[in-house]
């Protein structure tokens, strides 16, 4: 198993520009999340996915962010217009079920210049 | 307060010590207890799961919950310079969300 992908693993960017950035789950894991960390405020959750349907995106912190799961081998997290404050590493992480630990990806750096 | 308290560190030990990592807590319901070891650069890795109260032992490795004082360790035997990295503590909510700690900086000297 290649675990969890994310893709890109680094990404600068200019403030006001779209980025996008991509996850590949764990085949057979029901549960996907969306985390953002930063030396400050530590691993938030953003959102998290149950069977490709978004269950909690109350951490998603403006509407400048938005998630999708078309299936269950992918989701994206669009951050449109970026902001300088929106660097940070962003990870993503499949669960077999909420009571599981997460396998976390390796994380996309995302600088926002 | 924060739910899950966990002393960011650095801790600094020389190779070959016994290390202790602790977490605090405030809610008492929670069940389930996680480890985490983070490498920079690298997303968490899950390295204990326990749940209620007691030990449980992998290799090096311990964990040990006290509900009662809602309090966790996690304790690294012969500490070895490939054991430094960030360690989070993590505990599922009553919404299954996980609760993370801060997360301690281990630093294991050669």
């Known amino acids: 198993d290649a675990g969890v992908i994310q893709s890109p693993r680094h990404e600068v960017t200019e403030m006001g520009q779209e980025v996008t950035l991509r996850c590949k789950p764990i085949s057979g894991h029901d549960y996907l999340f969306w985390y953002r960390q930063t030396m400050m405020r530590g691993l938030e959750l953003l959102i998290y996915f149950n069977n490709n349907v978004p269950i909690d995106d109350s951490g998603m912190p403006e509407d400048r962010f938005s998630a999708k799961m078309p299936n269950a081998s992918f989701s994206t997290l669009k951050i449109q217009p970026s902001e300088p404050r929106d660097s940070a590493v962003y990870f993503c992480a499949s669960s077999r079920g909420v009571s599981y630990g997460y396998t976390f990806g390796s994380g996309t750096r995302l600088t926002v210049v | 307060q924060k739910e899950v308290e966990q002393d960011p560190g650095p801790l600094s030990v020389p190779e070959g010590a016994i290390v202790s990592l602790n977490c605090t807590y405030s809610?008492?319901?929670?069940?389930?207890f996680m480890w985490y070891r983070q490498y920079s650069r690298k997303g968490p890795e899950l390295l204990m799961y326990?749940?209620s109260s007691g030990n449980k032992e992998d290799g090096r490795f311990t964990a040990q919950v006290d509900k009662s004082s809602k309090y966790i360790s996690l304790f690294i035997r012969d500490s070895q310079p490939s054991d430094s990295a960030t360690y989070l503590c993590?505990?599922?909510?009553?919404?299954?969300?996980?609760?993370w700690g801060a997360g301690t900086k281990l630093i294991i000297k050669p």
């Open positions: 809610n008492s319901a929670f069940q389930y």
């Open positions: 993590a505990m599922p909510d009553s919404n299954y969300q996980l609760i």
């Open positions: 326990t749940y």
